[in-house]
């Protein structure tokens, strides 16, 4: 009954390989967002998707792809993957009204060797 | 756009002794506030938040934040710590426009480290 599921919660992999990690959520969020935690644990947003429509991409290099198969799930494609992005990769959700808020999960620590 | 500061990375604190973590932040619409906790390898969890009505909001494990308009500052404070406050506290606002689909902007945490 996990509000808010990432898969996996770890990923190893070398330099120049591609991988995909999926969030699903089951709150009825209408927005769902990817945010990356840095070595020093500083968080940004990556991206957000409302009604399969993005709508935040903040200057994130174009190896990355978000992909929302429906509004339950937003997976995070990356390709050719570098040294630099290695970090912990949250998935978050909220509805857009209401009481605004954000649920996150529990995020997946990908590491680039 | 909106910003967080967060002015201290790191603060210690006895046990059972009071503590405030402060956050300021800079904006030039209306906000909303939040605090979220991250517990050692963990995810992030909501602590409180100001939406609108009385500026001091609470938590249920004795957590408390007051938001000040004039200081733009959400600071948070807890009478009484306990070692399983130890961990990272991170202040977050978004855009109060009551709709869309802003994300929210963070400040770079500060890590409560509670000594016995």
């Known amino acids: 009954d996990t509000a808010v599921s990432q898969t996996p919660k770890y990923l190893v992999t070398q330099m120049g390989n591609d991988k995909s990690i999926k969030c699903e959520q089951n709150l009825g969020h209408d927005t769902m967002y990817w945010y990356k935690q840095d070595s020093k644990k500083f968080l940004k947003i990556m991206f957000s998707?409302?009604?399969?429509?993005?709508?935040i991409n903040e200057t994130v290099p174009n190896r990355f792809s978000p992909k929302s198969p429906d509004k339950a799930h937003l997976n995070l494609h990356i390709n050719s993957l570098e040294l630099g992005d290695s970090a912990v990769y949250f998935c978050?959700?909220?509805?857009?009204?209401?009481?605004?808020?954000?649920?996150f999960g529990s995020g997946t620590r990908l590491t680039v060797v | 756009a909106q910003s967080v500061t967060q002015l201290d990375s790191q603060v210690p604190v006895f046990e059972e002794a009071p503590v405030e973590l402060r956050c300021n932040y800079s904006s030039s619409v209306s906000v909303y506030l939040f605090w979220y906790v991250q517990y050692p390898n963990q995810g992030l969890q909501l602590l409180l938040k100001y939406l609108s009505g009385s500026t001091l909001v609470e938590s249920i494990n004795g957590f408390e934040a007051e938001f000040n308009k004039s200081q733009t500052s959400f600071h948070l404070r807890k009478p009484s710590v306990h070692i399983s406050d130890t961990a990272e506290y991170f202040c977050a606002v978004t855009a109060g426009s009551g709709g869309g689909a802003d994300g929210l902007t963070f400040g770079k945490g500060t890590h409560l480290i509670i000594q016995p």
């Open positions: 998707y409302n009604n399969k429509e993005l709508i």
């Open positions: 978050a959700s909220r509805l857009t009204t209401g009481n605004y808020g954000y649920t």
